[in-house]
């Protein structure tokens, strides 16, 4: 399989190009280009094409619209010293991706396909991507059921589409977010969806979101289904505690056990705190643990990770059995080092010493 290419004859002017990306935020624009490959029981995958950017048409019998079975991806390429580009970890996305369409009944992309139609992407729209430390191309790789008809079972036909966006930093880190502890709603049970990245397990978010914005919260955070008392994760993104200070401190973060979902950016920073000395762990850490290790001094700072974010920190949690504060409410030594270090691995600054940035061009 290939990626055929029959880019934008008219791509955006570098003028209006450059007051695009400097304006920054997060989805706001997108590239000239965009990447579609077609999938059938019958034949199987199609090649990819590059092609201009624009919209699509479905039919409104679409399975997608009615069933939900879609996923997706969010990845990022980074300007490097010497002027190239590189991607963080893309085998690690298009694993993740093939997890994520087994479980939502969708075909599996191969590996090499999936980082082929990216590194085309980014090649073609190289000079969308911005040069400042912090920010990125975000990377948007999705998939969704096309099989037009009414009947529930999974869609005998696919469409694999792939767009970027230029992003700054979609928290700053100079400021520490605060976050509303669901005890109401949940994210995922055992034997659901919350390990594969699909749109469903969003969309049953925001109504928590909506009340977390309510609270004056800038995210929420899920407890586990059962019991609702294990820290899982918050809103679309891994958490991470710090316990204790200086070079003595273990960095934890909640466990993987099937309803978590399996962050890149948090399996890199497991990584990177190693790298800076600290001890890390997986571990099952309740809301009291949190609270009482907040009131405590015991746990110093918080922050959360992801592909969008990298790395906020969390200065402050509210529930309905009141609010605490981490530390001093701001941003952590051990949470800028562990962003810091990460982000120039990811622009080339720092040594890739695991091999992660994989270059394009």
Not at 22 to 32: I, L, N
Not at 92 to 103: G, Q
Not at 266 to 289: A, F, H, N, P, Q
């Amino acid at each position: 399989m290939k990626v055929q290419l029959t880019p934008n004859p008219q791509p955006l002017a570098a003028d209006l190009r450059a007051a695009k990306i400097a304006e920054g935020g997060f989805g706001k624009y997108y590239t000239d280009n965009m990447v579609v490959a077609e999938w059938s029981e019958v034949d199987g995958w199609t090649d990819a094409t590059l092609k201009p950017y624009g919209p699509i048409t479905l039919d409104p019998a679409t399975a997608v619209f009615h069933y939900g079975q879609e996923i997706f991806e969010g990845m990022k390429a980074y300007a490097q010293p010497d002027g190239g580009i590189s991607l963080f970890r893309p085998e690690a996305n298009a694993l993740r991706f093939a997890k994520s369409a087994k479980r939502l009944a969708l075909p599996e992309m191969p590996i090499d396909f999936f980082i082929d139609t990216v590194k085309e992407l980014v090649k073609q729209d190289r000079a969308w991507v911005p040069g400042n430390i912090g920010e990125s191309l975000y990377i948007r790789p999705f998939m969704i059921a096309t099989e037009v008809g009414l009947g529930v079972r999974p869609s005998n036909k696919a469409m694999y589409l792939l767009i970027a966006t230029p992003a700054s930093a979609y928290f700053t880190s100079s400021k520490a977010v605060t976050v509303w502890i669901s005890t109401e709603y949940v994210r995922a049970a055992l034997g659901g969806t919350g390990e594969a990245k699909c749109g469903g397990n969003y969309a049953a978010s925001l109504m928590a979101q909506k009340q977390a914005a309510a609270e004056g919260c800038d995210q929420v955070v899920w407890l586990d289904a059962k019991e609702r008392r294990y820290v899982e994760e918050m809103g679309g993104m891994n958490l991470y505690f710090v316990k204790g200070t200086g070079a003595d401190a273990t960095i934890l973060t909640p466990k993987l056990t099937g309803t978590l979902l399996p962050g890149i950016t948090r399996d890199s920073i497991l990584k990177v705190g190693e790298d800076l000395g600290y001890k890390v762990e997986e571990t099952m850490l309740t809301i009291d643990d949190w609270r009482d290790g907040v009131a405590s001094g015991e746990i110093s700072e918080i922050f959360a990770c992801g592909t969008a974010a990298v790395v906020s920190a969390v200065g402050a949690a509210k529930s309905a059995h009141g609010m605490w504060q981490t530390g001093n409410g701001e941003p952590g030594p051990i949470t800028a080092a562990i962003r810091k270090r990460l982000l120039d691995i990811q622009h080339g600054v720092a040594e890739d010493t695991h091999g992660w940035n994989v270059r394009v061009c």
